[in-house]
């Protein structure tokens, strides 16, 4: 598929800071599953760009802002050609060993309740039953969750969604972590893109699902806010122990006051697109 992404974050300051640092893990990494035609970051200031790489192996931008602005606007956008792997990771250079994803965060900490979960799945298994067991885990949070925006936020914990039901993408990714990482499976957070299978192109943010490393097939996507595996539709961008390390947006701004934060998010399949265009 090719996948057209137009992604912009924009802050408005009640008054203008004096500096603005942020880390930007907005860029998507080739992989034998994505193949990137082209990727642009623009802002509406003067302002630096300095391209690297985290400790999870995620392309980053650190951009500087050192004159007043009342308003920043980074945008993104480019075109993707994804292929189908039926969910599973393509093999990169990993800079961490999988064991590192079995470590708890604050967002992914298994309390009482998730640990009762992971086990009535019919956890812990062997090694070689992994699979199975998080195809389950993934169908029961799909499952037991419904989808509503707002009704959390992103301070929200693993343990905290479970007890509410409800939740957003980010939600759904935290409590699969947290539940795997129970079973003693190597599991991190994914943000990246998704072409709604409704054809909805404006969307309201980012999309999230998670990874679980698997013996002998490697880092598996699954996407409990969909009950699915991640497909074609899926553009893959950073990776990380939860939210936190794989937030497209983060950083801080010195004076300004407070800053209401604004996102604009196009996400398509080029060639329907194309197609429809032609046929009418």
């Known amino acids: 598929m090719l996948i057209r992404i137009d992604h912009t974050t924009t802050y408005l300051y009640q008054r203008p800071p004096r500096f603005i640092v942020q880390t930007l893990r907005l860029t998507p990494r080739a992989s034998a599953a994505q193949h990137i035609r082209n990727w642009d970051i623009e802002t509406n200031v003067d302002a630096r760009l300095r391209k690297g790489e985290d400790a999870f192996g995620n392309i980053t931008h650190t951009l500087y802002v050192d004159a007043p602005c009342e308003k920043l606007s980074l945008r993104v956008r480019g075109e993707i050609e994804t292929s189908d792997t039926a969910g599973v990771v393509p093999q990169t250079t990993e800079r961490l060993q999988p064991l590192v994803y079995l470590r708890e965060t604050p967002l992914t900490c298994a309390d009482a309740g998730i640990r009762e979960m992971a086990k009535a799945l019919g956890g812990p298994v062997e090694e070689g039953a992994h699979l199975d067991l998080l195809h389950r885990l993934n169908q029961h949070i799909y499952g037991r969750l419904s989808f509503e925006i707002g009704a959390t936020t992103a301070a929200h914990t693993a343990s905290e969604v479970l007890s509410l039901g409800k939740g957003v993408c980010q939600d759904y990714a935290h409590l699969f972590i947290a539940a795997a990482r129970a079973l003693r499976i190597p599991a991190r957070y994914v943000s990246g893109h998704m072409v709604r299978a409704d054809g909805v192109t404006q969307q309201e943010a980012a999309h999230a699902w998670a990874e679980a490393y698997v013996q002998g097939l490697g880092w598996v996507g699954f996407d409990p806010a969909n009950g699915v595996c991640p497909t074609d539709s899926y553009v893959r961008v950073a990776v990380g122990l939860d939210y936190l390390g794989a937030a497209p947006v983060r950083g801080t701004s010195y004076g300004g ?15 329907a697109q194309s197609r429809q ?4």
């Open 257 to 271: 006051g407070r800053e209401v934060m604004d996102v604009h998010l196009d996400v398509r399949d080029a060639r």
């Open 277 to 280: 265009q032609q046929g009418q």
